[in-house]
């Protein structure tokens, strides 16, 4: 299995340590980049490799019995990179927005 790059682990460390994702976008943990990062196919893990560069953060990772599929964000924008590492700048996804925790 190929090791994270210590470059991309760097930039994603930077972002997550720096406060740069809002509570409302999402509530992201190292741990959690971690867990997503191990979903990744080998290509999906160059892909993001360059959206790193570019700014992006790892979002999620969904998969299918057959596929995967990686969203990153970079301000407004999404990116998605499939399971052979292609990666779409401008994807047909919209992602939920948070709701508040329900009172009881």
């Given at each position: 299995?190929?090791?994270?790059?210590?470059?991309?682990?760097?930039?994603?460390?930077?972002?997550?340590?720096?406060?740069?994702?809002?509570?409302?976008?999402?509530r992201?943990?190292?741990?959690?980049a971690?867990?997503?990062?191990?979903?990744?196919?080998?290509?999906?893990?160059?892909?993001?490799?360059?959206?790193?560069?570019?700014?992006y953060?790892?979002?999620?990772?969904?998969q299918?019995?057959?596929?995967?599929?990686?969203i990153?964000?970079?301000?407004?924008?999404?990116?998605?990179?499939?399971d052979?590492?292609?990666?779409?700048?401008?994807?047909?996804?919209?992602?939920?927005?948070?709701?508040p925790?329900?009172?009881?």
């Amino acid at each position: 299995m190929l090791a994270f790059p210590k470059e991309a682990l760097k930039m994603q460390t930077q972002v997550l340590n720096n406060g740069l994702l809002s509570f409302e976008d999402r509530r992201v943990s190292q741990a959690h980049a971690n867990e997503h990062w191990d979903r990744l196919t080998t290509a999906q893990r160059f892909a993001f490799y360059t959206l790193a560069k570019l700014g992006y953060q790892l979002l999620f990772v969904r998969q299918t019995p057959t596929t995967s599929t990686a969203i990153a964000k970079q301000e407004d924008q999404l990116a998605t990179i499939d399971d052979e590492g292609d990666i779409d700048f401008h994807p047909d996804v919209v992602l939920r927005e948070r709701r508040p925790p329900r009172k009881q």
